[in-house]
């Protein structure tokens, strides 16, 4: 029976890739550091052996073109693509579907092509949570990076309990595999987008940013709150640095989930 598994490297603090969908902070990673024997709990070899399909979002799919440009033949071509995009992408090379809307939706035609086999969830970290909600996401594969990022891009930015299947260490990477086991109850109410609040110090609401609509099934409305925060303005050339209070009022919006 076909599985789902996102199969992914992360940051400690849990980012596929920085605000640049950068992975220099990966590949600068020396894996031939404090070798462990034996095989790693996620060796690319084994895992990618029992795949016969590959998911992944847009930005996956270009970050993957743009390595490859550089000349790295990094992902299997031989294998069926499927990837979630509203744009027209390129497609250079192999068996490469673009879809989109609900992964529910595209089920039976992902299950038929990956034959039995594996389907490997790519990435990012939003498709594989879409995924794990319409129950299609058995399993997650992680490889610790030995850094943090503080932003970027999210690993799975939704509430899961998760089951700590097994755990290891390849090199200077820590390595564990995690079974999906449901969504939390307390993901009724998620956040789908802020605005900018003031960061002036003066205590005013000032800019408006982009702001997320609700998924469909979901209302979105307005919560704001005011806490005082201290601010960090740094060391400047008239002295030390400025540590003060400041004051954040920002609304957050929310979309409560109707159907649950
Ligand atoms: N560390 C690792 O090993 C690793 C692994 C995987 C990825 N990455 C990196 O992590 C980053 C992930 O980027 P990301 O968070 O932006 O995620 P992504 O899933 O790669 O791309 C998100 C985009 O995919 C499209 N999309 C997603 N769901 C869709 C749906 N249901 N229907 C239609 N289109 C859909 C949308 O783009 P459009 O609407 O514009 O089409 C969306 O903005 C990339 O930089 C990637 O290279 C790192």
Request: charged fraction near 20%; glycine fraction near 10%.
């Amino acid at each position: 029976m076909t599985r789902y598994r996102y199969y992914t490297a992360t940051s400690l603090d849990g980012f596929l890739a920085d605000e640049n969908n950068s992975l220099n902070w990966l590949f600068e990673q020396d894996s031939g550091e404090q070798a462990t024997p034996g095989p790693s709990l996620v060796d690319y070899d084994t895992f990618s052996a029992t795949v016969g399909a590959l998911v992944m979002g847009a930005t996956t799919y270009r970050s993957i073109l743009d390595e490859l440009k550089e000349g790295d033949p990094g992902m299997p071509f031989s294998l069926p693509w499927f990837v979630f995009t509203h744009q027209t992408l390129a497609a250079p090379a192999g068996d490469i579907t673009f879809l989109q809307g609900h992964p529910s939706e595209h089920r039976s035609r992902i299950e038929t092509v990956a034959d039995g086999r594996d389907v490997w969830m790519v990435g990012g970290g939003g498709l594989a949570a879409d995924f794990a909600e319409a129950g299609m996401l058995n399993d997650i594969l992680l490889t610790f990076a030995p850094v943090t990022l503080g932003a970027g891009k999210p690993l799975f930015p939704r509430r899961f309990n998760l089951q700590l299947r097994d755990q290891g260490r390849s090199g200077p990477f820590l390595t564990a595999i995690y079974d999906v086991v449901g969504a939390r109850r307390d993901q009724a109410v998620r956040s789908c987008g802020t605005t900018p609040s003031d960061r002036d110090g003066a205590g005013t609401a000032m800019a408006t940013g982009p702001q997320q609509t609700c998924a469909p099934g979901t209302t979105g409305r307005v919560v704001p709150s005011s806490r005082r925060y201290p601010r960090w303005d740094g060391p400047t050339s008239e002295g030390p640095a400025d540590q003060r209070l400041y004051r954040d009022q920002r609304a957050t919006s929310v979309c409560r989930d109707d159907r649950i």
